[in-house]
């Protein structure tokens, strides 16, 4: 049996657990707002930041696995979640949660979940590694179908006692899944020797720091880099605050529950749908996160004119799928545009920009919520934001398609210069074997 298999499947399990809850704030952040009778800016807060640092503790998460290894930094980060709920459950001040919910957690997550996509990239190439990494990510979402359990957790035990609960589940599922993750040792075949070679002298001689200025060099990327910015904005409110603005829409908490459930299944299906088709759409992974882009926008600016609560779900359920072709493909885009050796570290990057602007979402949606009374201004702004991501998604595959002809047009250039090489010492003796054939003719 494929060890990668094994992989997946025990990367599937953390991100059902670990990052599923971490995706349903939203019900977090009612009983938050109802426990400490704070405004909506506050409540969401603890949820942005948890967010924000499930992204923007990528560079030092990335230092962490690549000096200590995968295994032990996965277990660091199953340890932090564990520990950040734990302590979550005991502060009686909201900003503390802040520190133990928004930091501990959330850097836990991150370290979860890049270790998750570095073992599924060494042990899978290509196309496939998209796909495991979609099967793997579609698990989050399976995790925010399970909201009417978690919405009967905190109504019957109430919050603190349920996050007393969800450490010591967690713990229990997670650590033999962390246990499975092995290096695997790479034995594959070179394209060719001066590639190779060219591949390997980089590895060795670039620091992690150089990574990261040889990537923000490339265009595409810095245009990436944009994209990943003003959708951190956007997406985390919907992470934090669409509860919220269910609850102050007059729905009741299990409506709000089965709203939130049912964004869930339309996000797996479009995870799922995108982790099985991807290999066979006629379009590159980064056009395909752009779409996505563009029907957040759409729905985003449909909310504030939706009449009835029919209509919100409506709205809701195709705003997840975008969501989901989002999430799917958001640790893809940047492999597929990054050099080929700073893959891991491309994605690591890109968190890092997503989780610094997610800390902003509270103060630019929810705050705007807290001064009109409304959450119209927030859709409007984040359909916005949105439309620009998709902008500068489209211009990074216009840059990056120009960069693979010159870099083809490289390649192409090493290899006849390699077969020359190698015709040559087939058709030309080389100065040893030109003194033996001198000494038998001698003879």
Partial sequence: MNWGVLIVLAGFLLHLNIIGYLYSYNLLHIQLKESFNSTATEAALPGSVSIAFYAVSSLIVTWIFQRFGDRPAG?????????????????????????????????????????????????????????????????????????PCLEWLYTTFQWRISLRILSGVFAIVCIPCMSLFKEKKDNGTPRNIVTQKQENKTRRNMSLFQKYIEMVRIPAFLCLVCSYAMSGIATTFSFVSIGSFLTESGLSGTQTSLILSTMGAGDLVARVSVSLLSQWLPISITSLYAIGHIVSASSMLSLPYAINATVIMVILIVFSVSRGIIFVLIASAPIEIAPVHSSVESVGLVYLVFGMCALSAPYITDNVYDIKGSYNSAFFICCALYACSSFFLFAAVHLNKKNMIRRNSNENTDCQYNQMIVNRSEEEPTEYSKEVISRVTVI
């Fill in 75 to 147: 277990f660091l980060g199953i340890t932090l979640c564990c520990v950040g709920l734990l302590t979550s459950s005991f502060v009686q001040e909201i900003w503390m949660l802040c520190l133990t919910y928004g930091v501990l957690y959330g850097f836990g997550c991150n370290a979860i979940h890049l270790v998750t996509i570095d073992m599924i990239v060494k042990y899978y190439k290509g196309i496939k590694s998209t796909r495991c990494i979609g099967i793997t990510m579609t698990a989050s979402s399976i995790g925010v179908l399970f909201s």
